[in-house]
């Protein structure tokens, strides 16, 4: 068997294989506006930059580690964020005689903030979910609504392109294409052949399916919003999570709405953090695997399933030929753990022959649904 080695083809086959999960770098925190006046633009732009690097380190803290972690933290001083930036980027940089204003993107040395959280003893998660497509079904009145204007429910939930979390959700557009392949209905009644198609459509693992009702009590005149959400193929393991709210007379829908997405969105943020904490995982493993391949789809689909693995944290493709692959998967905890969660993809690892180059083989049989 000829193995195809060089560098262009590794680059061309990440473009067939893509990576399920293609969140930013969890260790990149963008978006961090400032706006400072003081006696001249520099002293205005320093203090901004000081303030951008605890502003970005807290939001990092916030993203990989749990809430009641908290105590556990050092002060975070500019001096502190300073020593684990690994890079900064400014955008719309607007300055004046005492003015400064920018966009800065901060990206953070993995090792060291790794480093920082285990001398802490801190839970932490630096791995993100795969992708899933958010589905707001809306009922009010007995009438359901997903696609149309006037759906509240998600229009709420275009907050999500900023999230800062480790579970990106993508709304879908709302276009003619998605208001043909899915309506409220079906989205209702989990038509898992529908709700697949247009998790393929935006290369997405699964569907957050998120169900929402508003109603008044007529006894106290008080609007209520009751939540349904589960994740249906594959993604955050969430299990039925249900949300009610009720808000006052004078209290607006958007409020309603608004709250009730996030709270949603920190569950299911939670969920992944619980289900892949790094403490008890702390053991880093290598193991080179070769993989059979029947066709390109499916080899596509068994690095997609090894990608959703949360212990997984990176693959590699090593050689590739006409019917085989070797990969190098690198990931937390013992051969044992990591055949104990791969098993849950319906995949397996087994001993490879003797003589041969690698330890183990791994053996994928079509996905359970």
Known sequence: MQWIVPAVFFAMAWVIFPRCATASDPYTVSAISVDLTRETSAIARQEAIESAHTQAFNRLFKRLSFSRETERLPEITYSLA?????????????????????????????????????????????????????????????????????????????????????????????????????????????????????????????????????????????????VAVEVLGDGPALDRFKYSKTGTFASSPEELFKDAANAVMEELDGVWKRKSTSLGASQKTTLVVDYQITNITDFGDVRRRLDALPNVTRQELLALSKDRARLRIFFDGTSEAIRTSIAKQNMDLVPAGPGGQVDWVLIAAPKRD
Request: proline residues 5%.
């Open 82 to 226: 300073a020593d684990l930036t690994a890079g900064l980027k400014i955008d719309d940089e607007v300055t004046s005689e005492t003015r400064y204003a920018a966009e800065i993107t901060i990206s953070f040395i993995p090792e060291q903030v790794r480093k920082l959280f285990q001398e802490r003893d801190i839970e932490f998660v630096d791995k993100a979910a795969p992708q899933i497509v958010v589905v707001p079904v809306f009922a009010r009145a007995g009438a359901l609504s997903l696609w149309e204007q006037n759906n509240p429910w998600r229009a709420s939930w275009s907050f999500i392109k900023g999230y800062d979390g480790l579970t990106p959700v993508i709304l879908p557009k709302g276009d003619l294409v998605d208001l043909g392949s899915l309506s409220a209905l079906q989205a209702a009644e989990r038509n898992q052949q529908r709700l697949s198609a247009l998790a393929a459509r935006y290369g997405a693992a699964g569907v957050l399916l998120a169900q929402a009702t508003y109603w008044i009590d007529f006894e106290t005149g008080n609007p209520r919003l009751d």
